[in-house]
Structure formats: structure tokens, C-alpha cells
């Protein structure tokens, strides 16, 4: 069984960071992409950022040049780096993993981590 472990999140003054991390455990042969969505309240998932096996990245035009996604796949462990937060940042953010494990492919959800930027 597959699980991903999220950490990271919290309540920032806006201007501030916050980095989430992501740890995914399990037989994994191997990871196609991981990312980051996000939910506010009263709003529906959103993608934040996604990155493939080998290194493409994909940003929300909201978060460009202020977040910036990495991985270390041998750990199995994606990254968010979040700066110059804003409190429409706020919500709860969401790990992502697409991966090969023993005979399939499968998509897993992290359980969410909180992330709150007040103004």
C-alpha cells in the first residue's frame, strides 16, 4: 500500500514562507510526477505544482516566480518551496503521486496539510 506523509504547512504573515514536503512510502517501482494541489473553502482542487520523473515542471499561473516545486526521488520526497505568501495562498495543500507499483499504476492523495496566510 502506497502512502504519502505531508508536512510543513502552518499560519505565516503574508510576505512569508513556508516549505511542504512530501514523503511517499511503499513498493514503488517507480514515479511518473508528483505535485501539489490546493483547496480553499468553498472553492474546488486546484493544481499548485507538478513535477515529472525528469524534472518538467508545471506552475498555476497564480504561483509563478513565488513557489517553486523540487523532488528527490530517491527518497521519494517532493518539495514546495513557497515564498512572497499572499492570504489567497491560504488553504489546504494537497500532495499528489502518480507511480508504477508492482503490476498497475495507481494515484494517491496525500491527506492535506493547512497552509494559512494572514494579512
Known amino acids: 500500500q502506497v502512502q504519502l506523509v505531508e508536512s510543513g504547512g502552518g499560519l505565516v504573515q503574508a510576505g512569508g514562507s513556508l516549505r511542504l514536503s512530501c514523503v511517499a512510502s511503499?513498493?514503488?517501482?517507480?514515479?511518473?510526477?508528483m505535485g501539489w494541489y490546493r483547496q480553499a473553502p468553498g472553492k474546488q482542487r486546484e493544481l499548485v505544482a507538478t513535477?515529472?520523473?525528469?524534472?518538467?515542471?508545471n506552475y498555476a499561473d497564480s504561483v509563478k516566480g513565488r513557489f517553486a516545486i523540487s523532488r528527490d526521488y530517491a527518497k521519494n520526497t517532493v518539495y514546495l518551496q513557497m515564498n512572497s505568501l499572499k492570504p489567497e495562498d491560504t488553504a489546504v495543500y494537497y500532495c499528489n503521486l502518480r507511480a508504477v507499483v508492482p503490476q498497475t499504476t495507481l494515484e494517491v492523495w496525500g491527506q492535506g496539510t493547512l497552509v494559512t496566510v494572514s494579512s
Open positions: 513535477i515529472t520523473s525528469v524534472g518538467n515542471t
Open positions: 511503499g513498493r514503488i517501482l517507480r514515479i511518473n510526477a
